[in-house]
């Protein structure tokens, strides 16, 4: 019984982070981004959906996420762009709450791991830059990407270089919530491609067109990061202190 009874508040509580992330993508509740390409906006619906992966699991976030997003996204004029959203958003925080478990329960930091890639990433970004750097129709969006591959790279070493200042819960949630936005960046990117090559773009311009409205992206996702380091704590412990989750 007393099992039932966790899940059934679990269930409410994620059927409230819905309605939020539902209101989270309201028109009254976007603050506009300035971009060169669509109305990008920065909002708190992702920032939702990986604090309730972190808090009741991946799929409890990930459910928020589609359900909430991907009816806002219906019932506001986003009808065409509904299902990239019910897709991300439920992967976003399936990976939160998926990589949240793991990293939590490691005694160890893998700071090891994160500067290896983030040299992988710079070698990447380098490798772009010798063998892009003519400019051309088909190499237009590399630079895009070269700069999402530094600006990783960059908060890697900068969490490797804070993990000793971190707790290993800390450091969970920060890096957590990191992957499920570098997952956000490659999705919006694809997705963003895949949908002006259905309204007629050629590849290589509907990839140019997509990589322009990532700055927006990430600068969503980086708000995402440090508003769940923020409030993840204080929200668990009065959640805990209220029996609505489980210690």
Do not use: W
């Not at 966790?6 to 993508?25: E, N």
């Not at 991907?70 to 939160?96: E, H, N, Q, R």
């Not at 895949?194 to 600068?219: D, R």
């Amino acid at each position: 019984m007393a099992r039932s009874a966790d899940k059934l508040k679990s269930m409410a509580i994620v059927g409230v982070f819905a309605a939020l992330c539902y209101l989270a993508l309201l028109p009254i509740f976007r603050i506009p981004i300035p971009a060169p390409v669509g109305d990008p906006f920065l909002h708190v619906g992702n920032l939702l959906v990986i604090l309730c992966a972190l808090l009741y699991g991946g799929v409890g976030g990930g459910l928020a996420g589609s359900i909430g997003m991907g009816l806002s996204d219906m019932t506001t004029g986003y009808l065409y762009t509904s299902p990239k959203t019910i897709v991300l958003k439920f992967f976003i925080g399936l990976i939160a709450g998926a990589s949240f478990r793991a990293l939590s329960k490691r005694k160890e930091k893998p700071v090891a791991g994160l500067l290896i890639f983030a040299g992988a990433s710079v070698l990447l970004s380098v490798f772009l830059f010798v063998f892009f750097s003519a400019p051309s129709a088909q190499s237009a969006f590399v630079p895009a990407l070269r700069v999402g591959l530094l600006i990783f790279a960059g908060f890697l070493v900068v969490l490797a270089a804070l993990s000793r200042k971190l707790s290993v819960a800390t450091f969970s949630v920060v890096m957590a919530s990191g992957l499920a936005v570098l997952f956000n960046l490659a999705g919006e990117f694809i997705f963003g491609a895949a949908y002006k090559m259905l309204e007629g773009s050629a590849f290589v311009p509907a990839l140019i067109t997509s990589a322009a409205s990532l700055p927006a992206t990430l600068f969503n996702g980086i708000f995402s990061i440090v508003g769940a380091a923020l409030l993840y704590f204080p929200l668990k412990k009065a959640l805990q202190s209220a029996h609505l989750l489980n210690a």
